[in-house]
């Protein structure tokens, strides 16, 4: 339930346009994966990414796929 359709310029704007539920979602991921695994490595930064990406509002570029403008835009993001 994302309402914005604009990007956020700011890290403020960014926490304001995540769904609380989704957010919640994704930290209780995150923590189930960095609690379970003793030696993290490559697949575990890729299982991270994976459980940030379920809370992203979907108009952002990717946070993993970075083509130049999503480069551009999370270099920019103040």
Excluded: C
């Amino acid at each position: 339930m994302h309402a914005t359709t604009q990007q956020p310029a700011t890290l403020d704007e960014l926490a304001a346009a995540i769904d609380t539920a989704e957010a919640a979602r994704a930290v209780a991921h995150m923590l189930r994966i960095f609690g379970r695994d003793a030696d993290w490595n490559a697949d575990t930064i890729h299982e991270l990414a994976n459980a940030v990406t379920e809370a992203k509002p979907p108009n952002l570029p990717s946070i993993v796929d970075q083509d130049p403008h999503a480069l551009t835009y999370w270099t920019n993001l103040t």
